[in-house]
């Protein structure tokens, strides 16, 4: 044994190699996982430095012995790391360079195998080595720039050395992870086999770079020198791909074009001289906010995935669902059921409605087809999992059903009564439902415990959202069910309890309140649009309400106003003032539904692809004026903090009122469902990062103006006098 830690042993001879090769295997103790924690990293420095001091090896392998090589940096450390500030981060990569750099350095040839993913750091560290051999399943990649930062560890530096500047520069900007054969064909890899044969030949690679019949040397030479790159290469591979890519990024994003920077300026330098534009620029988007947003959001995402996990393992398995209630929404939750390989009756009572939801599945299908996802022959099979039926008759094999019908009361109680009793005693019935009252909707079942909400977000093959709404009398089996059966369908379920508009409609009507007022006083409906826009939200409210539909956000915010009437009364059809209308009502009045009819806030036209654009409507502009009883002028910051408030505030009581259990999962359910800007990591740390004390100082003024819509809960006050945080503070280590 040359070395041997707790994630990391060397030993010379792998099965299969002679006694000269040195094996290094990475295998984190009491993880299912490889990832490259700061006490991984150090160990990894003991073992390259056990590596140079041993005698007679003639080659290294590096490899794991778990289902994955390494799937990057320990995330969890990032908060207090960068806290550390820049000083500390520039010593950090320092360090790390210089390990990595010795690897590349050791004066024999050197393979990297790679099973499972290789990502982030795990992908950088690939890269030391002179020749990587890839199993067929594995996948490789440097997300980085996803989690607002850029490959630190020389991935910005090697891999355009690589595999060229402009394939380098669409790998690291756009963060994605790479298949085998991909990787193949960049020269990412040097050979991709079957997972059974990795080994092997790793060993075949390190006894040809041996006998001289593979240049290691001249690869080693390749990635340490400079790009070459005349004058009209430079503007392709970088000046261009910058525009590109900021478009595509946004102005809120600046990870991918800083990253395209740090290749442009190293392209000319030495290693060591590229690794520090490197770390430098690593150190300047690691400090920012957005870096820290999307880090936290990551975070977040592990808490959802964890707690899914922990009900997955408790859930017995769904084999057949069934949905009730063809059409567009029917369709779709078959085709994510079908697509994802659980097979699903469609139940209507009509057959128009049946070829509704099949026409619907289908063209989804097609697109993927399309896209060259899927062949034609997998689409054909996949559509063999949609069974559509006018009747019950095979329902009493059925483990889940979704009931879809339209959002009336009457119509999806008689419906759930109804297919109670044609399915078995242990059958889940989930209703998806955007506001009925979970507990309300089980009044009338005889097993309640087997009842709950699963409310899909349109479209359902887009939206990752699925709240899981649990009743007063749902089981935890029905909900472990429920939410097993979500992640079968790619979906990421988060559970909520039961109240009016659940977790994320509750949170969103409160900003179509600020909204209605801002317009109700005046302000111009795209310039709110337009602030908001440009805060980070993918479409501005009035743009939303048009795609949400003007008569089913009325419903719904009769439903808010029944149901919190001292702060949402305004929510209904009147604005709660004594002076008219709101102005969703007044749209609904003048049959503009939104892009449902073509007109809403704006007018809609087919685009090239068949999908409705908007267009200014003159006819809107002046409807929207007539709702108005002043006129003033709002600066941007004012609509800002007049839209974001109520919602935050909402999320707030939510979360008092035990609606969602943690602000983990409070904050993903609305990037998750409605589209909060991701930079800015969810309402509650938009909260945080105000401070607390801010943010309720400018609700207080915002609400002797505007009433309880606005006003601090009492908990909130007590925690912004305390110092407190709805997120702890990183540790400094």
């Given at each position: 044994?040359?070395?041997?830690?707790?994630?990391?042993t060397?030993?010379?001879g792998?099965?299969?190699?002679?006694?000269?090769?040195a094996?290094?295997?990475?295998?984190?103790?009491?993880?299912?996982?490889?990832k490259?924690?700061?006490?991984?990293?150090?160990?990894l420095?003991?073992?390259?430095?056990?590596?140079?001091?041993?005698?007679?090896?003639t080659?290294?392998v590096i490899?794991?012995?778990k289902?994955?090589?390494?799937v990057?940096?320990?995330?969890?450390?990032?908060?207090?790391?960068f806290?550390q500030?820049?000083?500390?981060?520039?010593?950090m990569?320092?360090?790390?360079?210089?390990?990595?750099?010795?690897?590349?350095?050791?004066p024999?040839?050197?393979?990297?195998?790679?099973?499972?993913?290789?990502?982030g750091?795990?992908?950088?560290?690939?890269?030391?080595?002179?020749?990587?051999?890839?199993?067929?399943?594995?996948?490789?990649?440097?997300?980085?720039?996803?989690?607002g930062?850029?490959?630190?560890w020389g991935g910005?530096?090697?891999?355009?050395?690589?595999?060229?500047?402009?394939?380098?520069?669409?790998?690291?900007?756009g963060?994605?992870?790479?298949?085998?054969?991909a990787?193949?064909?960049?020269?990412?890899?040097?050979?991709?086999?079957?997972?059974?044969?990795?080994?092997?030949?790793a060993?075949?690679?390190?006894?040809r770079?041996?006998?001289?019949?593979?240049?290691?040397?001249?690869?080693?030479?390749?990635?340490q020198?400079?790009?070459?790159?005349?004058?009209?290469?430079?503007?392709?591979?970088?000046?261009?791909?910058?525009?590109?890519?900021?478009?595509?990024?946004g102005p809120?994003?600046?990870?991918?074009?800083?990253?395209?920077?740090?290749i442009?300026?190293?392209?000319?330098?030495?290693?060591?001289?590229?690794?520090?534009?490197?770390?430098?620029?690593?150190?300047?988007?690691?400090?920012?906010?957005v870096a820290f947003?999307l880090?936290?959001l990551?975070?977040?995402?592990?808490?959802?995935?964890?707690?899914?996990?922990?009900?997955?393992?408790?859930?017995?398995?769904?084999?057949?669902?069934?949905?009730?209630?063809?059409?567009i929404?029917?369709?779709?939750?078959?085709?994510?059921?079908?697509?994802?390989?659980?097979?699903i009756?469609?139940?209507?009572?009509k057959?128009?409605?049946?070829?509704?939801?099949?026409?619907?599945?289908r063209?989804?299908?097609?697109?993927?087809?399309?896209?060259?996802?899927?062949?034609s022959a997998?689409?054909a099979?996949?559509?063999t999992?949609?069974?559509?039926t006018?009747?019950?008759?095979?329902?009493?094999?059925?483990?889940?059903?979704?009931?879809?019908v339209?959002?009336?009361?009457?119509?999806?109680?008689?419906?759930?009564?109804?297919?109670e009793?044609?399915?078995?005693?242990?059958?889940v019935?989930?209703?998806?439902?955007?506001t009925i009252?979970?507990?309300?909707?089980?009044?009338?079942l005889?097993?309640?415990?087997?009842?709950?909400?699963?409310?899909?977000?349109?479209?359902?093959?887009?939206?990752p959202l699925?709240?899981?709404i649990?009743?007063?009398?749902?089981s935890?089996?029905?909900v472990?069910?429920?939410?097993?059966?979500?992640?079968?369908?790619?979906?990421s379920?988060?559970?909520?309890?039961?109240?009016p508009?659940?977790?994320?409609?509750?949170v969103?009507f409160?900003?179509?309140?600020?909204f209605?007022?801002?317009?109700?006083?005046?302000?111009?409906?795209?310039?709110?649009?337009?602030?908001?826009?440009?805060?980070?939200?993918?479409?501005?409210?009035?743009y939303?309400?048009?795609v949400?539909?003007?008569?089913?956000?009325?419903?719904?915010?009769?439903?808010m106003?029944?149901?919190?009437?001292e702060r949402?009364?305004?929510?209904?059809?009147?604005?709660?003032?004594?002076q008219g209308?709101?102005?969703?009502?007044t749209?609904?009045d003048h049959?503009?539904?939104?892009?449902?009819?073509?007109?809403?806030?704006?007018?809609?036209?087919e685009d090239?692809?068949?999908?409705?654009?908007?267009?200014v409507?003159?006819?809107?502009?002046?409807?929207v004026?007539?709702v108005?009883?002043?006129?003033?002028?709002?600066?941007?910051?004012?609509?800002?903090?007049?839209?974001?408030?109520?919602?935050?505030?909402?999320?707030?009581?939510?979360?008092?009122?035990?609606?969602?259990a943690?602000?983990?999962?409070a904050?993903?359910?609305l990037i998750?469902g409605?589209?909060?800007?991701?930079?800015?990591?969810?309402?509650l740390r938009?909260?945080?990062?105000?401070?607390?004390?801010?943010f309720?100082?400018?609700?207080?003024?915002l609400?002797?103006?505007?009433?309880?819509l606005?006003?601090p809960?009492?908990?909130?006050?007590?925690?912004?006098?305390?110092g407190?945080?709805?997120?702890?503070?990183?540790?400094?280590?």
């Open positions: 044994m040359i070395y041997q830690g707790n994630a990391i060397v030993a010379r792998p099965e299969g190699g002679g006694d000269d090769i094996r290094l295997t990475l295998d984190l103790k009491d993880e299912s996982i490889n490259l924690s700061s006490a991984v990293v150090e160990e420095g003991h073992a390259v430095e056990a590596i140079r001091a041993e005698q007679g090896l080659g290294l490899g794991s012995a289902e994955v090589f390494i990057g940096a320990d995330i969890t450390e990032f908060h207090a790391m806290e500030g820049e000083a500390s981060l520039a010593a990569l320092e360090r790390v360079h210089g390990i990595f750099n010795a690897i590349e350095d050791l024999f040839p050197t393979v990297t195998a790679i099973n499972g993913l290789a990502l750091g795990g992908c950088e560290l690939t890269l030391t080595t002179d020749f990587r051999v890839m199993a067929e399943s594995a996948k490789i990649g440097l997300p980085e720039t996803q989690l930062i850029l490959p630190g910005c530096v090697r891999l355009p050395r690589l595999i060229g500047a402009d394939n380098a520069v669409e790998w690291i900007a963060g994605k992870e790479n298949r085998a054969a990787a193949l064909a960049m020269g990412a890899v040097d050979a991709v086999v079957p997972q059974a044969e990795l080994e092997a030949a060993l075949d690679i390190l006894a770079a041996t006998a001289g019949e593979l240049d290691y040397r001249g690869r080693r030479a390749q990635k020198a400079p790009l070459t790159l005349g004058p009209i290469e430079q503007m392709m591979a970088f000046e261009t791909a910058k525009g590109y890519v900021a478009g595509k990024a809120h994003y600046p990870a991918p074009v800083e990253a395209i920077k740090v442009q300026k190293g392209a000319g330098e030495t290693r060591e001289r590229a690794q520090a534009i490197e770390a430098k620029a690593f150190a300047k988007l690691a400090l920012s906010d947003n880090v936290g990551f975070l977040n995402d592990q808490v959802v995935k964890k707690k899914g996990s922990r009900y997955e393992r408790e859930a017995r398995p769904i084999e057949q669902a069934a949905v009730l209630g063809a059409g929404m029917g369709g779709g939750i078959a085709y994510q059921s079908a697509s994802k390989g659980t097979p009756l469609m139940k209507d009572i057959d128009e409605a049946i070829e509704l939801g099949l026409k619907e599945a063209k989804l299908f097609a697109k993927q087809v399309e896209r060259k996802k899927l062949t997998q689409m099979e996949k559509l999992n949609i069974r559509p006018l009747s019950y008759g095979d329902f009493e094999r059925v483990d889940l059903v979704v009931e879809a339209v959002e009336n009361p009457k119509v999806k109680d008689a419906v759930l009564t109804e297919v009793g044609r399915v078995g005693e242990h059958t019935l989930t209703s998806n439902t955007s009252s979970i507990t309300r909707l089980a009044e009338n005889k097993r309640p415990e087997n009842f709950c909400g699963m409310h899909f977000f349109n479209p359902v093959h887009r939206m699925v709240e899981v649990r009743g007063e009398k749902t935890d089996a029905a472990a069910a429920t939410v097993a059966y979500a992640r079968a369908m790619g979906k379920p988060i559970v909520v309890n039961d109240c508009g659940f977790l994320v409609n509750r969103l409160p900003y179509f309140g600020g209605s007022q801002l317009v109700a006083q005046g302000a111009d409906f795209q310039r709110i649009d337009k602030v908001m826009e440009r805060f980070g939200w993918p479409m501005g409210p009035a939303l309400l048009d949400v539909g003007m008569d089913t956000a009325v419903h719904a915010g009769e439903v106003a029944e149901g919190f009437p949402m009364a305004d929510m209904g059809g009147d604005r709660g003032d004594g209308k709101s102005v969703i009502q749209m609904v049959d503009r539904l939104g892009q449902k009819n073509d007109r809403g806030f704006y007018a809609y036209e090239r692809k068949g999908k409705p654009k908007k267009v409507d003159d006819a809107a502009i002046e409807l004026k007539g108005a009883t002043s006129h003033r002028e709002f600066s941007d910051e004012e609509i800002i903090a007049r839209m974001m408030v109520p919602l935050c505030l909402e999320a707030v009581r939510c979360l008092e009122d035990d609606i969602v943690s602000p983990a999962e904050d993903m359910a998750y409605i589209g909060f800007p991701p930079f800015r990591g969810g309402a938009y909260i945080d990062a105000m401070g607390l004390a801010a309720v100082e400018q609700a207080d003024r609400a002797e103006e505007l009433g309880p606005y006003a809960t009492e908990r909130l006050r007590e925690m912004a006098a305390a407190e945080r709805f997120y702890p503070a990183p540790s400094r280590a």
